[in-house]
């Protein structure tokens, strides 16, 4: 679905976050309510169920602002740079601070609430998790600038992919005493279980990227072979050389992606998630992979990715003509067709999508963490030992009926013995 998304729209489409966050609460909340005999998960679903009949969409809303990254969330002078609990009351909670590069934020129902790292038992008030509608009394949305933004307002034409815009419209999400009824409260303070719903929702959030990052590179290599085309280079060895290099890296992602899912597990509450450590390497060959794949595609487009003039010089009777003129493919092409593939392949590959792909779902650093983590280096580390002869070979003695050790010394005494015959036949 996301890549067929990605396909469909050029761009990002803003859903996924929203839908991780579903599926890590609702393998979370069941954990918690087990281990501390809470009633999160019950309440969980019946948000769940709400969000499903109405068919809303909710943001996912993770980061924090975080200040100073070296100091944990307790440690911050400004509380507010973690969003935390100020208040408990009867009926629920008070929630301060703020969520930062919130994706479709403001064009969402609901904005489901998760911490933003791994916490200690002296940051639990930072430890929370809650789902409020986006029109909450106390919250407020402060939107992001983008590169091209303006454009849309200006001409179709220079908008690039006008239909569905840039990226995926973020927002810093501002809460000054927001009050969350405990229906809609999913965590409250149980430190030790913020890291693994991080980690849980990381894993399905870093696996989509290998879906929907690939639809837009179909759309982008489309475009690259659609301009050569009509630049007259679609035949030349290297052209198609580079288009083959983009589909590679984009089939690769996928299979990645569809890896996490393949060789994903089922949770104590019986939703299933993926491989965490296969969506972290999805994720990280996105960091570097969509970069390559839109580097091949402005070096196809050419200069004039960058250099066209604008719509309203196409429509000026003094200057329309020459700019047709000068910007011209290959005769039968439309010119302003060249034109309108030339800016949807700029505003996808210099656009907000680029950095996007970069650290959303967490920076590269963070997907090494896990795949350090979780690399199983001291089981590689055995599976050396075995071949080398350092570590008991049980399987190999299983075969051979007799101990490796023994084994050895028989063939070493075979080898001798047979050179000690080569030798007198070599002395006779
Ligand atoms: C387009 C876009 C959409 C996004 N959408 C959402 C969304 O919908 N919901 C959501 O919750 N988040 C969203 N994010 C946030 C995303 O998850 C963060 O950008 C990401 O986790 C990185 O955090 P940061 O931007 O604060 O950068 P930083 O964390 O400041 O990273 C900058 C650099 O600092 C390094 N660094 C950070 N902390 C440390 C440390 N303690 N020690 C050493 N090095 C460190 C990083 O590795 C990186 O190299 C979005 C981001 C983008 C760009």
């Given at each position: 679905?996301?890549?067929?998304?990605?396909q469909?729209?050029g761009?990002c489409?803003?859903r996924?976050?929203?839908?991780?966050?579903?599926?890590?609460?609702?393998?979370?909340?069941?954990?918690?309510?087990?281990?501390h005999?809470?009633?999160?998960?019950e309440?969980?679903?019946?948000?769940?169920?709400?969000?499903q009949?109405?068919?809303?969409?909710?943001?996912?809303a993770?980061t924090?602002?975080?200040?100073d990254?070296?100091?944990?969330?307790?440690?911050?002078?400004?509380?507010?740079?973690?969003?935390?609990?100020?208040?408990?009351?009867?009926?629920?909670?008070?929630?301060?601070?703020?969520?930062?590069?919130?994706t479709?934020?403001?064009n969402?129902?609901?904005i489901?609430?998760?911490?933003?790292?791994?916490?200690?038992?002296?940051?639990?008030?930072?430890?929370?998790?809650?789902?409020?509608?986006?029109?909450?009394?106390?919250?407020?949305?402060i939107?992001a600038?983008?590169?091209?933004?303006?454009?849309?307002l200006?001409?179709?034409?220079?908008?690039?992919?006008?239909k569905?815009?840039?990226?995926?419209?973020?927002?810093?999400?501002?809460?000054?005493?927001?009050?969350?009824?405990?229906?809609?409260?999913?965590?409250?303070?149980?430190?030790e279980?913020?890291?693994p719903?991080?980690?849980?929702?990381?894993?399905?959030?870093?696996?989509?990227?290998?879906?929907?990052?690939?639809?837009?590179?179909?759309v982008?290599?489309?475009?690259?072979?659609?301009?050569?085309?009509?630049?007259?280079i679609?035949?030349?060895?290297?052209?198609?050389?580079?288009?083959?290099?983009?589909?590679?890296?984009?089939?690769?992602?996928?299979?990645c992606?569809?890896?996490?899912?393949?060789?994903?597990?089922?949770?104590p509450?019986?939703?299933?998630?993926?491989?965490?450590?296969?969506?972290?390497?999805?994720?990280?060959?996105?960091?570097?992979?969509?970069?390559?794949?839109?580097?091949?595609?402005q070096?196809?487009?050419?200069?004039?990715?960058?250099?066209?003039?604008?719509?309203?010089?196409?429509d000026?009777?003094?200057?329309?003509?020459?700019?047709?003129?000068?910007?011209?493919?290959k005769?039968?092409?439309?010119?302003?067709?060249?034109l309108?593939?030339?800016?949807?392949?700029?505003?996808?590959?210099?656009?907000?999508g680029?950095?996007?792909?970069?650290?959303?779902?967490?920076?590269?650093?963070?997907?090494?963490?896990?795949?350090?983590?979780?690399?199983?280096?001291?089981?590689?580390?055995?599976?050396?030992?075995?071949?080398?002869?350092?570590?008991?070979?049980?399987?190999?003695?299983?075969?051979?009926?007799?101990?490796?050790?023994?084994?050895?010394?028989?063939?070493?005494?075979k080898?001798?013995?047979?050179?000690m015959?080569?030798?007198?036949?070599?002395?006779?």
């Amino acid at each position: 679905m996301m890549r067929l998304l990605g396909q469909k729209t050029g761009t990002c489409f803003q859903r996924c976050v929203g839908f991780d966050g579903l599926n890590a609460l609702y393998a979370l909340t069941y954990d918690i309510d087990a281990k501390h005999g809470t009633n999160y998960h019950e309440r969980f679903k019946n948000f769940l169920l709400y969000i499903q009949e109405n068919d809303y969409m909710s943001a996912g809303a993770m980061t924090d602002a975080r200040g100073d990254r070296s100091l944990r969330p307790h440690q911050q002078k400004n509380p507010k740079l973690y969003l935390h609990i100020s208040e408990r009351r009867d009926d629920g909670i008070v929630v301060n601070g703020a969520k930062a590069h919130i994706t479709g934020a403001i064009n969402s129902h609901e904005i489901i609430v998760m911490p933003t790292r791994a916490m200690g038992e002296e940051d639990k008030d930072f430890a929370v998790s809650f789902a409020v509608p986006v029109n909450a009394k106390g919250i407020k949305f402060i939107f992001a600038r983008q590169t091209n933004d303006t454009r849309r307002l200006e001409s179709p034409l220079d908008a690039g992919n006008p239909k569905y815009a840039c990226v995926g419209g973020e927002a810093l999400i501002l809460f000054k005493d927001v009050f969350v009824p405990w229906e809609r409260v999913f965590m409250n303070g149980e430190y030790e279980f913020a890291g693994p719903l991080v980690e849980m929702f990381a894993g399905h959030h870093r696996a989509n990227y290998g879906g929907c990052k690939v639809g837009l590179a179909d759309v982008v290599c489309g475009g690259s072979h659609w301009l050569a085309d009509a630049h007259g280079i679609d035949k030349a060895s290297h052209i198609l050389d580079k288009l083959t290099d983009m589909v590679t890296m984009a089939e690769t992602c996928w299979s990645c992606s569809l890896a996490c899912s393949y060789e994903g597990f089922k949770t104590p509450s019986g939703a299933y998630s993926v491989n965490p450590l296969l969506a972290s390497v999805t994720k990280l060959n996105i960091t570097k992979m969509v970069y390559e794949w839109m580097r091949i595609a402005q070096d196809i487009a050419g200069g004039k990715i960058i250099t066209l003039p604008s719509e309203s010089d196409m429509d000026n009777p003094d200057v329309g003509e020459i700019v047709a003129e000068y910007f011209a493919g290959k005769e039968g092409v439309n010119v302003y067709d060249i034109l309108k593939m030339l800016r949807l392949i700029e505003s996808m590959s210099i656009g907000a999508g680029l950095p996007e792909a970069m650290h959303g779902a967490g920076s590269p650093a963070a997907q090494k963490i896990i795949i350090a983590r979780r690399s199983g280096i001291e089981k590689k580390r055995e599976l050396a030992e075995i071949i080398a002869g350092i570590r008991k070979d049980e399987a190999f003695e299983k075969i051979l009926g007799m101990s490796e050790e023994k084994y050895w010394q028989e063939t070493k005494e075979k080898i001798r013995e047979a050179r000690m015959k080569i030798c007198q036949r070599m002395t006779k």
